[in-house]
């Protein structure tokens, strides 16, 4: 699995589109509480809609942070088992900046470790 072209492709690029969905459906939510704002001052208790979008981006934010967290543990394994890492500081490099830049670190590595590196083999 740690080599699957799909998996790697899928766990470098699954956060941050999983992030830019959920931020266009937090701005769609917010935008829709404010489009109908009128409507909720006028209902006896608490508005249906406003807790269905609720529960739709709690359960788009659980998503997003299962795959992030699988995205982090895929790469901290990946980085661990590259044989080219051993050499030098970048392994420490690298699992620190999956860490602290956690959804564009996995990319960065990604393109740079994956994808140039197989490219470079393949011209050689």
């Known amino acids: 699995m740690i080599n699957s072209k799909f998996w790697q492709a899928f766990f470098a690029l699954a956060p941050i589109i ?3 969905v959920a931020f266009f459906g937090y701005m769609f ?11 909720f001052e006028d209902a006896d208790g ?13 359960i788009t934010i659980l998503f997003a942070v ?6 982090l543990i895929f790469y901290i394994i990946h980085a661990v088992l590259n044989p080219n890492l051993k050499e030098n500081n970048l392994l420490l490099v690298w699992i620190l900046l999956f860490i602290f830049a956690n959804g564009i670190g996995q990319l960065i590595y990604w ?5 140039n590196k197989r490219q470079q083999n393949l011209v050689h």
């Open 29 to 39: 939510f917010i935008f829709s509480i404010l489009g109908n704002l009128r409507e």
């Open 66 to 71: 299962i795959i992030s967290l699988g995205s």
């Open 111 to 115: 393109i740079i470790e994956i994808v």
């Open 46 to 58: 608490p508005p249906m809609e406003l807790l269905a979008g609720i529960g739709t981006f709690v």
């Open 18 to 20: 999983i992030f830019i």
